[in-house]
């Protein structure tokens, strides 16, 4: 068997995207996921990679010392170097360029934001560059796809076969990549690639299979979807049956010209809950009480209040994405017990119309959810009317288990 010929590579990992559109209030690179900063699971692939010298990676400004702080240490496969980016995409692959060596043959660029990075990609991809300038990873086109005008109107439909969706890896000569971007400075030129820069030049691009879950996360609804991910990988290869519990908890001050709802049900003249949502608080514990059980974080990270999506949005619809996120990662829900805390109004007399539509959102039987009600003798906020609490636990198995 020919041995393949290691070319001298450092990788350069971009991650300074504050992340606006996923409504966090830290940089992308440090939002959770699986319990990890994001830009870890890519950094981690690469510093292990076999024929990645060294990384680079471009963080913001304000996160230079937090990520050196975190991932600067001993030993690591190989050497790691922490730089601030800019103010565009194209300024921070330059920031990262001037870090990479002159004894480096060729450079890989990869968006921190595409965690699933996997080491046999990289590897396609270097191998593809021994021969080949410029190489990028990249996926087929599946869905048709439309050209549209300015006034709304499909003006062409695009030959799907020959259409492929670019994603980073991107692998360069380090010279090209050097003049590509030189030329896209004097010339003013930014793109939301490098390989775009490259075939400004006139070079040909390669391109090489990518993978379908290596896609950058953007938005809220990428997040879940990574998580969803996460927490499948992280039960794979488990045998036999397994059951996780779960516990929630939420609590809500009364507020004026509020509908009071509790497990999806009007109290017709009760004084409704403060929240971004409906407030529903026994819905919100009950998504806490999945969420913790399946590890897939809190229905805070899930469903942020600073999301304008979820203004007013009805709590049984939250609740039916966290049963239906909880199944995907490859649970099912075995039982929920629920309380809630208040000294009014009574519970008892709801209780079945709330185990109902508990029940439904959940597509589980009523049998499967019990709902109490309790008051804690005039004590604490609950029982001086502030408010309203919940609680609730829940059971899952596995599926299939």
Not at 177 to 183: D, G, S, V
Not at 327 to 343: C, P, S, Y
């Amino acid at each position: 068997m020919t041995r393949r010929r290691r070319i001298a590579t450092t990788a350069v990992i971009v991650a300074a995207g504050r992340g606006e559109r996923l409504g966090r209030s830290e940089n992308k690179a440090f939002v959770a996921l699986g319990g990890r900063p994001l830009v870890q699971h890519s950094l981690e692939v690469l510093q292990g990679h076999p024929d990645i010298r060294e990384v680079v990676l471009v963080v913001a400004a304000s996160d230079v010392e937090r990520a050196r702080a975190a991932f600067l240490r001993e030993p690591a496969s190989s050497s790691l170097f922490v730089v601030a980016g800019g103010a565009e995409r194209g300024d921070s692959v330059r920031a990262g360029l001037a870090e990479v060596p002159p004894s480096s043959d060729t450079v890989l660029i990869h968006d921190g934001a595409r965690p699933f990075l996997t080491s046999t990609l990289v590897t396609r991809c270097l191998t593809a560059a021994e021969r080949h300038p410029a190489v990028i990873a990249a996926v087929r086109a599946t869905d048709t796809v439309k050209e549209v005008g300015d006034q709304g109107a499909v003006s062409a439909t695009l030959d799907r076969s020959r259409l492929w969706l670019a994603q980073t890896p991107q692998v360069f000569r380090r010279t090209l990549l050097q003049e590509a971007h030189a030329r896209a400075v004097a010339e003013g030129v930014s793109a939301t690639d490098d390989a775009s820069l490259v075939e400004e030049l006139g070079h040909p691009v390669h391109v090489v299979p990518g993978d379908p879950d290596n896609f950058k996360i953007t938005c809220p609804d990428d997040l879940e979807r990574a998580e969803r991910i996460v927490a499948a990988r992280e039960h794979e290869g488990e045998r036999g049956p397994m059951v996780r519990t779960g516990i929630g908890y939420d609590a809500h001050r009364f507020a004026e010209a509020r509908t009071l709802i509790l497990g999806g049900v009007k109290f017709e003249g009760e004084q409704g809950l403060l929240g971004h949502s409906d407030a529903d608080v026994l819905c919100h514990a009950i998504c806490d009480a999945l969420l913790g059980a399946a590890g897939a974080g809190d229905i805070g990270r899930h469903f942020p209040d600073t999301d304008p999506r979820y203004e007013g949005v009805s709590s049984l619809s939250l609740l039916a994405r966290t049963a239906s996120l909880v199944r995907e990662a490859g649970w099912r829900i075995v039982n929920v017990d629920a309380v809630v805390i208040a000294e009014a109004p009574r519970i008892a007399p709801r209780i079945a119309d709330m185990r109902h539509a508990l029940a439904q959102a959940m597509e589980i039987a009523e049998t499967q959810v019990n709902v109490k009600g309790k008051t804690t003798e005039g004590m604490g906020f609950t029982g001086r009317r502030e408010g309203v609490a919940a609680q609730a636990v829940c059971a899952l198995e596995r599926a299939g288990g």
